[in-house]
Nanobody
Framework: QVQLVESGGGLVQAGGSLRLSCEAS????????MGWFRQAPGKERQFVAS????????YCADSVKGRFTLSRDNAKNTAYLQMNSLKPEDTGVYYC????????????????WGQGTQVTVSS
């Protein structure tokens, strides 16, 4: 099993940047595909981005392409989501997730979840 803890959320003005971190417990972090999801008030949790075990491949939702970048440091058991040019519609609780499987775009593709970190983008 793996436990995930997100950090780095906060309040930022539109056009600003934030970097989210997701720290994992355990010694097998490199065996997990990592994903990021977000959930706005009253809406379903939606896929934002994912990164392969090595970090060599990343996938982003169309809504964040060109603005968000993923990375991971397997030596530090941490995944990162760099968010630039933030928009009010990016507001929500951001969750990191992990799976030993192939990953994907759906919440059911991931077995482990963090508690979430709030991101609020003001206009």
């Amino acid at each position: 099993q793996v436990q995930l803890v997100e950090s780095g959320g906060g309040l930022v003005q539109a056009g600003g940047s934030l970097r989210l971190s997701c720290e994992a417990s355990g010694r097998t972090f490199s065996s997990y595909v990592m994903g990021w999801f977000r959930q706005a008030p009253g809406k379903e949790r939606q896929f934002v981005a994912s990164i392969s075990r090595s970090g060599g491949s990343t996938y982003c939702a169309d809504s964040v392409k060109g603005r968000f970048t993923l990375s991971r440091d397997n030596a530090k058991n941490t995944a990162y989501l760099q968010m630039n040019s933030l928009k009010p519609e990016d507001t929500g609780v951001y969750y990191c997730a992990a799976t030993r499987g192939g990953g994907g775009y759906n919440t059911f593709d991931y077995s482990y979840w963090g508690q979430g970190t709030q991101v609020t983008v003001s206009s």
